[in-house]
């Protein structure tokens, strides 16, 4: 059994959406192909992955370093013990061949899309949801597929386009959500607060509503906000400032009791490390939001995983980011706290398909093998002309 081919394509995200920080007008993905030689029905198993959403996609690092090195690699230094599936952690090192420590940047997403991809393709092999084939390796026999689940959007649209927040949640609400995501910190203070208001509104509850900053913050500006939200208790004020300011962070959670959540933009279990360290993160009430796209595939993330829990905490308390259907099997797979969804926006590959029901707050992955992304039509049509 060997890999074919490995095939990248760039694809742009739809929408014209900010956050506090940034536009994502022109952010794309990397979608990824593994080619195998296993015919099956006529056609090649292939497996696909693609990085994250909400960054850009990696093009020159994927063909110019990474796609190169697993293609060179003699075939069974891609395999398991058994030669009956392809081994992510020995993908993971392959790709890794001369690339120094540190500087988890976009290095860790191209690779991520690559591993995820093998994990796809494993599950397809195997003829079983992604899912199974996560908790497997993961050692966890007991899987309950369905998993809790927020509907993420409240971004800042355009002026005159049309869109207000209310609509948007209603709409979430009415697909079987019943709890969401805003984002704060790209308007003055007063206006968010009335955006929140807004919010609260439709969620009924600040246990079903999370405020998120997107890192724009220094202490002052986290803290002035922690005190205008702190009555209104939020399940969690997320990404406050710099992902690696972790002294801010200890700072907030001194002086803020309702629960933070950050980690998206931590690329490799060494930053997970600091953030237990440093962070201030506090066991049973805090979200670690990892993201398996962007830090090098699931095999670091199951990893950063290990490092959570040997620090005290739970993996309920992570959350990966991502509003997609890998991290959807991730979550499930993993037993994890629960995952996001995009059911709005960054399409094609936000959200779920209509075999991935959403109901009173809960989805649960489809039995179709590997990630499903087939299933889901916006991904299906970018995947045919991926490959043959």
Known sequence: MRIVDIIER?????????????????????????????????????????????????????????????????????????GKAFDPAKVLAVALTNEKPGGHGDRAGAIAAVELAFWDLNAKLADEPAYLTIARAAGRPDVQ??????????YYYPQGSGKTLTDELLGYRDQGFDAFKI?????????????????????????????????????????????????????????????LDYDLNRQLTELYSRPVATGENLFSRQDVKNLLLFGGLRPGRDIFQMDAGLSYGLSEY??????????????????????????LHIAAGLGLGGCEAYPGVFQPFGGYPSACPVGGGWVRPSDAPGFGLEQKPEIAAVLKTLCI
Do not use: C
């Open 10 to 82: 760039s694809v742009p995200l739809e929408g014209a959406i900010s956050n506090a920080v940034v536009s994502f007008t022109d952010h794309d993905v990397s979608l990824v192909a593994v080619v195998s030689d296993v015919v099956r029905n006529g056609r090649p198993v292939i497996g696909f992955g693609f990085n994250s959403i909400g960054r850009y996609a990696q093009r020159g690092i994927l063909r110019d370093r990474i796609i190169p090195r697993l293609k060179a690699a003699a075939p069974h230094a891609l395999l398991d013990d058994d």
């Open 145 to 154: 597929p369905a998993v809790p689940v927020y509907a993420a959007g409240g």
């Open 183 to 243: 984002k704060i910190g790209g308007a003055p203070m007063a206006a968010d607060m009335a955006r929140i208001e807004e919010a609260l509104a439709v969620a009924g509850h600040g246990k079903r509503l999370s405020v998120d900053a997107n890192g724009r913050f220094d202490i002052d500006a986290a803290l002035a906000y922690a005190r205008a939200i702190e009555g209104y208790d939020l399940r969690w004020y997320e990404e406050v400032g710099d992902p």
């Open 302 to 327: 199951m990893a950063m995983l290990d490092l959570l829990e040997q620090s005290g905490f739970d993996r309920a308390q992570a959350f990966p980011h991502g509003g997609h259907l890998i991290n």
